[in-house]
C-alpha cells in the first residue's frame, strides 16, 4: 500500500506521502486497517479514507461482506472487461457494473472491492484510479493536477531481429513493408505518431551485419514513415540477442541482462549511432529487448541521458531519469476488441503504454480462440488490433519523445495551497470537487 500511496501521490502531485494522521491527508489501507483509519475519519484526524479489501468474506464493521464473479463486466458504454472481480454487498454504491458493486462511499469514507497492487496496468482494474482521483479531490476540497489524457503506442521488433533469424520466426520483407506502410496509413490519417522499436544489427549466415542489409526496403519504408512525422524510432539494442548464449548452443532474446558495462558501451553506441545515421534522428529513449535491464546497460544509460522504459510496476511513473510503462503488453482483462477502458485509464492521467509485437497483442489468438470468439476474429482478420488504436476514444496518442517530457515536467509540479508551481509549462488537467475536469495552459 505504500508504493500505491507514492504512485497516486505522484501522479496527481498531491505532495509527500506521510507517516502519520493530518487532518488535510487521505488515509489508504486495506480490510485490517479498516477500524483504525475510520476511526480517524469520524474524528477527523483525517481528511478522508479509503479501503481496499479485494478478499471475499463477511462484513466487518464499516467493510461490507464481499463475494467474487467471473466473467464480463460492463461500466458502460466501451467500457467492457473480462476477468475475476470481488463485489460487495451493502452500502451506498459509487462504481458498479453490469455484475455487481464494486466500491461503496459514505461522506469521505470510501471502500474498494480490489487490489490496487494486482490491478495497476489491467483493463479489468481501469476504473479504480478514476474513481479514486474523484473521491481524493472531494475529501481533500482541493484539485488534483493530472497529465492530459494521452498515450503512446510502440510495436517491437520491427523489421525483425537475430533472435527471429534464429528461431525461425523472421517475415518475408515484402510483408514487413505492407505492414509499415498500414502502420503509416492507419496513424496518418489521426495525426497519431507511433514508436518503432528497432536493433540495429542482424545477422547473415552466421555474420553480424547492419540491419538494413538484411531488410534494406523495409528500413527505407520506415525512414519515409519518419520523414512524415508519423514514426518515432526507439532503440531496441544491438543485435536482440544474447550471444554468450548463442555461443553455448541456446537462442535467447536477453541481450543486455548479463553483459558487463564495457560491452553495454560497446553496443549501445553503435546502436545509438546506427539511429541516427538511419533516420537523421536521435532516439529520444530506449527499451531492452523483453525488458531485460542488466546493471551494466542501466549505467551506460544513465550516462548518456538516455532514458529507459522499464516494466511495469506501481511506483511514480518517472523516477531517476526512467520511465515506467504502464500497461502489461498481454493486455489483462481485455474483452475481444473492447479497448475503450485505455480511455478510462488516460482520463485519470494514467497514460496507457500499448506494446505489440507484430501487429496482435501477444497471447491474442490464443485467447479468442479459447472463448471462441468467431465475429472478434474474423474482424481482427480485416483490421487488426495495432491499426485500431488511433479511433481508441478518450486518448490522444503522442510520442515518447513527448511523454518523456511531459512525465519529466510533471514529477516537478508543486502544489501549495491554492498556487501551482509548473515548470515545465506543459498543459495539465485539474480535477476539482465532484471530479470536473479543466485544461489548464
Same mark, same amino acid.
Given at each position: 500500500?505504500?508504493?500505491?500511496?507514492?504512485?497516486?501521490?505522484?501522479?496527481?502531485?498531491?505532495?509527500?506521502?506521510?507517516?502519520?494522521?493530518?487532518?488535510?491527508?487521505?488515509?489508504?489501507?486495506?480490510?485490517?486497517?479498516?477500524?483504525?483509519?475510520?476511526?480517524?475519519? +469520524? $474524528? %477527523? @484526524?483525517? #481528511?478522508? &479514507?479509503?479501503?481496499?479489501?479485494? *478478499?471475499?468474506?463477511? /462484513?466487518?464493521? =464499516?467493510?461490507?461482506? +464481499? $463475494? %467474487? @464473479?467471473? #466473467?464480463? &463486466?460492463?461500466?458502460?458504454?466501451? *467500457?467492457?472487461?473480462? /476477468?475475476?472481480? =470481488?463485489?460487495?454487498?451493502?452500502?451506498?454504491?459509487?462504481?458498479?457494473?453490469?455484475?455487481?458493486?464494486?466500491?461503496?462511499?459514505? /461522506?469521505?469514507?470510501?471502500?474498494?472491492?480490489?487490489?490496487?497492487?494486482?490491478?495497476?496496468?489491467?483493463?479489468?482494474?481501469?476504473?479504480?484510479?478514476?474513481?479514486?482521483?474523484?473521491?481524493?479531490?472531494?475529501?481533500?476540497?482541493?484539485?488534483?493536477?493530472?497529465?492530459?489524457?494521452?498515450?503512446?503506442?510502440?510495436?517491437?521488433?520491427?523489421?525483425?531481429?537475430?533472435?527471429?533469424?534464429?528461431?525461425?520466426?523472421?517475415?518475408?520483407?515484402?510483408?514487413?513493408?505492407?505492414?509499415?506502410?498500414?502502420?503509416?496509413?492507419?496513424?496518418?490519417?489521426?495525426?497519431?505518431?507511433?514508436?518503432?522499436?528497432?536493433?540495429?544489427?542482424?545477422?547473415?549466415?552466421?555474420?553480424?551485419?547492419?540491419?538494413?542489409?538484411?531488410?534494406?526496403?523495409?528500413?527505407?519504408?520506415?525512414?519515409?514513415?519518419?520523414?512524415?512525422?508519423?514514426?518515432?524510432?526507439?532503440?531496441?539494442?544491438?543485435?536482440?540477442?544474447?550471444?554468450?548464449?548463442?555461443?553455448?548452443?541456446?537462442?535467447?532474446?536477453?541481450?543486455?541482462?548479463?553483459?558487463?558495462?564495457?560491452?553495454?558501451?560497446?553496443?549501445?553506441?553503435?546502436?545509438?549511432?546506427?539511429?541516427?545515421?538511419?533516420?537523421?534522428?536521435?532516439?529520444?529513449?530506449?527499451?531492452?529487448?523483453?525488458?531485460?535491464?542488466?546493471?551494466?546497460?542501466?549505467?551506460?544509460?544513465?550516462?548518456?541521458?538516455?532514458?529507459?522504459?522499464?516494466?511495469?510496476?506501481?511506483?511514480?511513473?518517472?523516477?531517476?531519469?526512467?520511465?515506467?510503462?504502464?500497461?502489461?503488453?498481454?493486455?489483462?482483462?481485455?474483452?475481444?476488441?473492447?479497448?475503450?477502458?485505455?480511455?478510462?485509464?488516460?482520463?485519470?492521467?494514467?497514460?496507457?503504454?500499448?506494446?505489440?509485437?507484430?501487429?496482435?497483442?501477444?497471447?491474442?489468438?490464443?485467447?479468442?480462440?479459447?472463448?471462441?470468439?468467431?465475429?472478434?476474429?474474423?474482424?481482427?482478420?480485416?483490421?487488426?488490433?495495432?491499426?485500431?488504436?488511433?479511433?481508441?476514444?478518450?486518448?490522444?496518442?503522442?510520442?515518447?519523445?513527448?511523454?518523456?517530457?511531459?512525465?519529466?515536467?510533471?514529477?516537478?509540479?508543486?502544489?501549495?495551497?491554492?498556487?501551482?508551481?509548473?515548470?515545465?509549462?506543459?498543459?495539465?488537467?485539474?480535477?476539482?470537487?465532484?471530479?470536473?475536469?479543466?485544461?489548464?495552459?
Amino acid at each position: 500500500m505504500a508504493r500505491f500511496a507514492e504512485a497516486v501521490a505522484w501522479l496527481w502531485r498531491l505532495g509527500p506521502v506521510l507517516d502519520e494522521p493530518a487532518p488535510a491527508a487521505v488515509g489508504l489501507g486495506w480490510l485490517e486497517d479498516a477500524g483504525e483509519l475510520h476511526a480517524l475519519v +469520524r $474524528a %477527523r @484526524r483525517l #481528511g478522508g &479514507a479509503a479501503v481496499f479489501a479485494p *478478499r471475499p468474506g463477511p /462484513g466487518i464493521g =464499516p467493510i461490507p461482506s +464481499r $463475494a %467474487r @464473479r467471473t #466473467g464480463v &463486466a460492463s461500466f458502460g458504454p466501451d *467500457r467492457r472487461v473480462v /476477468g475475476q472481480f =470481488p463485489v460487495l454487498h451493502g452500502g451506498n454504491p459509487a462504481v458498479r457494473s453490469s455484475i455487481g458493486v464494486h466500491a461503496v462511499r459514505e /461522506g469521505h469514507w470510501m471502500v474498494f472491492a480490489a487490489d490496487p497492487d494486482a490491478s495497476w496496468g489491467t483493463l479489468d482494474g481501469f476504473w479504480i484510479l478514476p474513481a479514486l482521483a474523484d473521491f481524493m479531490a472531494d475529501a481533500l476540497d482541493r484539485p488534483l493536477v493530472m497529465l492530459p489524457p494521452v498515450g503512446w503506442v510502440r510495436y517491437d521488433d520491427l523489421p525483425g531481429t537475430a533472435y527471429h533469424q534464429l528461431s525461425g520466426r523472421d517475415k518475408p520483407e515484402r510483408k514487413i513493408c505492407r505492414r509499415i506502410e498500414s502502420v503509416v496509413k492507419h496513424f496518418g490519417q489521426t495525426g497519431s505518431p507511433v514508436n518503432l522499436a528497432i536493433a540495429c544489427r542482424a545477422l547473415t549466415d552466421g555474420s553480424e551485419v547492419p540491419i538494413d542489409q538484411v531488410w534494406p526496403e523495409a528500413i527505407a519504408a520506415i525512414g519515409r514513415g519518419v520523414e512524415q512525422g508519423v514514426i518515432e524510432p526507439v532503440c531496441h539494442g544491438y543485435l536482440h540477442l544474447d550471444t554468450e548464449a548463442w555461443a553455448a548452443g541456446e537462442i535467447s532474446p536477453l541481450e543486455f541482462a548479463k553483459v558487463d558495462r564495457q560491452e553495454a558501451d560497446r553496443r549501445l553506441d553503435v546502436a545509438l549511432a546506427w539511429l541516427k545515421q538511419a533516420f537523421g534522428a536521435e532516439s529520444p529513449t530506449f527499451v531492452a529487448p523483453t525488458w531485460a535491464y542488466g546493471e551494466g546497460l542501466l549505467a551506460a544509460l544513465a550516462d548518456r541521458g538516455v532514458p529507459a522504459w522499464l516494466p511495469q510496476e506501481v511506483g511514480p511513473l518517472f523516477a531517476a531519469g526512467n520511465a515506467r510503462e504502464t500497461v502489461f503488453s498481454r493486455m489483462d482483462g481485455l474483452f475481444r476488441l473492447n479497448y475503450g477502458p485505455l480511455g478510462g485509464m488516460a482520463a485519470a492521467g494514467f497514460p496507457p503504454s500499448v506494446v505489440v509485437h507484430g501487429s496482435l497483442f501477444d497471447p491474442r489468438g490464443y485467447m479468442l480462440r479459447k472463448v471462441r470468439a468467431a465475429p472478434a476474429s474474423a474482424r481482427l482478420v480485416m483490421r487488426r488490433d495495432l491499426f485500431r488504436f488511433p479511433w481508441v476514444p478518450g486518448v490522444r496518442w503522442i510520442g515518447a519523445g513527448e511523454l518523456l517530457a511531459r512525465l519529466r515536467a510533471h514529477g516537478q509540479i508543486e502544489v501549495r495551497g491554492d498556487e501551482m508551481i509548473n515548470p515545465g509549462g506543459f498543459d495539465v488537467v485539474l480535477v476539482d470537487r465532484g471530479g470536473r475536469r479543466v485544461a489548464n495552459g
